[in-house]
């Protein structure tokens, strides 16, 4: 398979941890979004990389939020003392920047719960 | 499975017919366009893209309208299957704005009737 992928697929964590999740993005695409999905709602975005270099944050991404791309093929999003309006589906996208074009490609999420 | 979206507007097709799923967008920088298919518990999934330069494209099945006067896209499934059923949604973007993000509409729910 060779789209985007996420690790875990689903996580269950009690208010106060730590969680971090991983995205390996499409091999040749050298940009990589995060984007978080409520129920009901399209994704929003957070942040993304351009190789290793994190370009853009969105307003959402608070303090305990961080992202890396160390060598700008995978990506990883920890999220500290988790609370329990982070419950979402944290999304994780792909893409090949050209002129005037972007295809981002999702991975399948990582479902995360805070009890 | 899990529901993608469970207050989203719901579009109801029989089997063999076609459908026709609405977009409104607000911001007229936006350049590019994107229809995403997102089936319960999975990510979004590509449909087809159009750029602001175009106002129709048509893939295999799938056709999408651009209409940048009164910023409105469509999807226009041709005779929808069973598979068609998920939570559509539209996305912009714009290559002049800082940063590339995707800004996704609401999500329109399309149940096939068999």
Same mark, same amino acid.
Request: one cysteine or more; glycine letters at 8%; hydrophobic letters at 30%.
């Given at each position: ?115 | ?41 999975? #990510? ?8 602001? *330069?175009?106002? $129709?494209?048509? =893939?295999?099945?799938? @056709? ?18 069973? #598979? ?8 912009? *973007?714009?290559? $002049?704005?800082? =940063?590339?993000?995707? @800004? ?11």
């Amino acid at each position: 398979d060779t789209g985007v992928s996420q690790d875990p697929r689903h996580k269950i964590t009690k208010r106060g941890q730590n969680v971090t999740f991983r995205c390996d993005p499409i091999s040749e695409h050298n940009r990589l979004y995060w984007y978080r999905q409520t129920l009901g709602q399209g994704p929003e975005f957070l942040t993304y990389f351009q190789n290793e270099a994190q370009l853009e944050k969105s307003r959402l991404l608070s303090d305990r939020f961080s992202a890396e791309r160390p060598k700008g093929s995978f990506s990883t999003l920890e999220i500290q003392r988790t609370e329990q309006g982070d419950s979402a589906m944290y999304l994780c996208a792909s893409s090949a920047s050209r002129k005037g074009k972007d295809t981002q490609y999702f991975g399948p999420g990582t479902r995360l719960t805070v009890l | 499975g899990e529901s993608v979206g469970l207050h989203l507007p719901t579009l109801s097709v029989q089997e063999g017919d076609n459908s026709i799923i609405n977009c409104a967008y607000s911001n007229s920088a936006s350049d590019y366009f994107i229809w995403y298919k997102q089936e319960s518990g999975k #990510g979004p999934q590509f449909i087809i893209d159009i750029r602001s *330069n175009m106002d $129709k494209r048509q =893939g295999q099945r799938v @056709t999408v309208l651009l209409n940048k006067t009164v910023k409105h896209l469509s999807l226009q499934i041709a005779a929808t299957q069973p #598979g068609d059923s998920a939570v559509y949604f539209c996305a912009e *973007n714009s290559a $002049k704005a800082a =940063g590339n993000k995707l @800004t996704f509409g609401g999500g329109t729910r399309v149940l096939v009737k068999p």
